[in-house]
C-alpha cells in the first residue's frame, strides 16, 4: 500500500499528513515547534509510523513551511515547496469550487486568489503580529482563558465593543481599557475576533478579489469567533475544511504524489531518522567580501546538506532535493 507523507514546519506549529493512493488522509499531526524544528519533525514523524498502516509504503515525501528545508533533508524530501503553492494544492484538492484561500497561523498569514483551479494572485503578511493565532493566544491568557474557549465565548456577545486593530500593542492596551470600564468578557473577546478580521482584510486582502467559495485554514480557523467575524465582513459563508489545521501538509503530500509519478522513487530515509543525531550550525563564509552564512546540517558525522551562500560554492549536497522557491 503506497502512502505519500507530507511535513509543514512553522515557527508555531509542526504539521504532516499521511495520505494513500486515493488522497485520503489516513492520519495527521499537529504539534508544537517550540523553536525545536529538528525534535519537532521527528516527533511528527515517530507518531505517524505509529499511525501507518502496517502494510505501508512511504512512496513520496513533500515538505513545506519556513523549516521547509530542514525538513526535506531530515526525512529525504522528494519536492520542498512554498506554503503558497501547498495551501492552494490543499484547498483546491478538498474543496474544489475554491477562489479564495484565507489562511491564519501562529506567526504569519496569507490570502490565496484562485480562479479556475489557478492561483493566480496571493499575499503574505509576516510583519504585524495583530493579525496573527500568537496575538490570540496572548490575549486568551491575559484574560485567564484557554484558547479553546475564546471563539465560543466570542459567539455569546450581546454588544462587541470595538478595539484598535491596526497594530498588536494598541490592540492590547485598548483590551486592557475596555476591560477596565467594565465590558463583559463576551463583548471584548468579540471585539478582539473583529479587530483580527478588519487588520487581515485591510493588510493582506488589501486589493484582492475576496470571491467566494471562501475556505478558511491555519490553525485559528478553529476558532468560531474568527470564522463569524469573516462572514459577517464578508457577507458570505465561509468553509473550514476537516483539515483546515494540516493543510500545507496534506498539500505537500500531493505534491510529493505527483513529484515522484514518472520516477517513482523516493528519496525518503525512512522512519528510523527518528533516532538519528541530527544537529544543525552556521559558519560564516570569509571567501568574499559577501560574508555569507552558511547552514550546514549533519547526521552523526556526515554532513547532509549547507545552504545559504550566494555563489554556490557550499551547496554541494542540495541536488538529491528538488527545492522550491
Not at 563564509?285 to 554532513?303: D, F, K, S
Request: charged fraction near 20%; glycine fraction near 12%; aromatic fraction near 6%.
Amino acid at each position: 500500500m503506497k502512502v505519500y507523507l507530507g511535513i509543514d514546519v512553522g515557527s508555531v506549529s509542526t504539521k504532516a499528513a499521511l495520505l494513500d493512493a486515493t488522497d485520503s488522509v489516513l492520519a495527521s499531526v499537529y504539534i508544537p515547534t517550540q523553536g525545536r524544528p529538528i525534535p519537532a519533525v521527528q516527533e511528527v514523524l515517530r507518531r505517524l509510523a505509529g499511525a501507518a498502516p502496517t502494510d505501508s509504503e512511504v512512496a513520496g515525501v513533500g515538505t513545506t513551511g519556513s523549516g521547509r528545508r530542514l525538513a526535506g533533508v531530515m526525512a529525504g524530501g522528494d519536492i520542498v515547496k512554498n506554503e503558497i503553492t501547498a495551501h492552494a494544492v490543499a484547498a483546491i484538492a478538498l474543496v474544489p469550487e475554491v477562489r479564495t484561500v484565507l489562511e491564519i497561523g501562529g506567526q504569519d498569514s496569507k490570502i490565496i486568489i484562485i480562479r479556475d483551479g489557478i492561483v493566480t494572485d496571493f499575499a503574505m503578511n509576516t510583519v504585524c503580529a495583530a493579525g496573527t493565532g500568537s496575538f490570540l493566544d496572548r490575549q486568551a491568557a491575559r484574560l485567564n482563558l484557554p484558547i479553546e474557549q475564546f471563539g465560543r465565548l466570542a459567539l455569546q456577545a450581546k454588544t462587541p465593543v470595538r478595539i484598535a486593530g491596526r497594530c498588536a500593542v494598541f490592540a492590547e492596551s485598548d483590551m486592557i481599557h475596555k476591560q477596565q470600564v467594565g465590558h463583559a468578557t463576551a463583548d471584548i473577546i468579540c471585539g478582539l475576533c473583529e479587530a483580527l478580521v478588519r487588520n487581515y482584510l485591510s493588510n493582506v486582502g488589501k486589493g484582492k478579489e475576496i470571491l467566494p467559495q471562501i475556505v478558511f485554514q491555519g490553525g485559528v480557523a478553529a476558532n468560531a469567533g474568527i470564522k463569524a467575524a469573516f462572514e459577517r465582513v464578508l457577507g458570505t459563508e465561509v468553509v473550514v475544511p476537516h483539515y483546515y489545521d494540516v493543510m500545507g501538509a496534506v498539500g505537500a503530500a500531493l505534491l510529493a504524489k505527483s513529484a515522484v509519478r514518472k520516477t517513482r522513487l523516493t528519496q525518503f530515509r525512512g522512519f528510523g531518522v527518528t533516532e538519528a543525531d541530527f544537529r544543525s550550525l552556521s559558519f560564516e563564509c570569509g571567501g568574499c567580501a559577501n560574508q555569507c552564512e552558511v547552514v550546514e546540517i549533519t547526521m552523526g558525522e556526515q554532513v547532509l546538506a549547507r545552504w545559504g551562500d550566494r555563489c554556490g560554492k557550499w551547496q554541494t549536497t542540495q541536488e538529491t532535493i528538488r527545492a522550491g522557491t
